[in-house]
């Protein structure tokens, strides 16, 4: 089962970049990172996912090392809307023939709070 | 482009009632999720299905059921409401390959059980 840990809570200041890092030690060969951004009264919404190395799209990049057990998502330049959680994601339904839905919990995620 | 839409937003419901959440997306998505969110927790996974006609059980399924009559169409069922259930409710859906292929949320059904 490839659980995450990630940092509770983060603070920041607007302009500032920040870097959200997520623990996943028993990550599977297939399984690829995906995060994403939760405002209150909403449903979470997909940011950028990878699989390795570096991967870059118009709101953030993800890094992810070789050995592919942790991985941080950095949001370059924040503002206050960027405050929200920040959930990591690692796992996948294997096969409908009782492959399970292995790693699909979103754990506690990471509340990100930017200030003036 | 309405993409994950939940019905009701909102209910309020004795213990022993029951109730049907529905969710209907437009994507053309073969899966389909559905997850509950408690204060302070992330999102645990319900049920599932991979396609019309199927249904799985997630993380935390004692106590719903679900059917996929339709590709469009996922209904979470509680047939005896208990306070426990009181939550959140996401539903979620996302072509094949649910590693790879990033989940599509609704806004969520907030339900509470007196």
């Known amino acids: 089962l490839a659980k995450t840990t990630q940092p509770i809570s983060m603070d920041s200041y607007e302009g500032q970049e920040v870097n959200i890092t997520c623990s996943h030690n028993n990550i599977a060969t297939n399984d690829y990172i995906t995060w994403y951004q939760q405002f209150p009264s909403q449903g979470p919404r997909f940011i950028i996912q990878g699989y390795k190395t570096k991967v870059t799209n118009e709101v953030a990049s993800l890094f992810i090392p070789a050995d592919r057990k942790s991985s941080t998502l950095s949001l370059p330049r924040v503002s206050l809307s960027d405050t929200a959680v920040y959930y990591c994601?690692?796992?996948?339904?294997?096969?409908?023939?009782?492959?399970?839905?292995?790693?699909?919990?979103f754990g506690k995620g990471t509340h990100l709070i930017i200030q003036p | 482009n309405a993409g994950v839409t939940q019905t009701p937003k909102f209910r309020v419901l004795k213990t022993g009632q029951s109730m049907t959440l529905l969710c209907a997306q437009d994507?053309?998505?073969?899966?389909m999720y559905w997850y509950r969110q408690d204060p302070g927790m992330g999102l645990r996974l319900i049920h599932y299905?991979?396609?019309?006609?199927?249904?799985a059980k997630g993380e935390v399924p004692d106590g719903y059921n679900v059917s996929r009559l339709k590709k469009q169409n996922f209904l979470l069922g509680l047939e005896s409401a208990a306070p426990s259930q009181t939550s959140v409710y996401f539903c979620?859906?996302?072509?094949?390959?649910?590693?790879?292929?990033?989940?599509?949320f609704g806004d969520g059904t907030r339900l509470s059980i007196l």
């Open positions: 994601l690692v796992g996948d339904i294997r096969s409908y023939s009782g492959g399970g839905a292995d790693g699909l919990t």
């Open positions: 979620a859906s996302s072509q094949p390959g649910t590693g790879k292929q990033p989940q599509h």
């Open positions: 994507m053309n998505h073969e899966y």
């Open positions: 299905s991979v396609g019309e006609g199927t249904t």
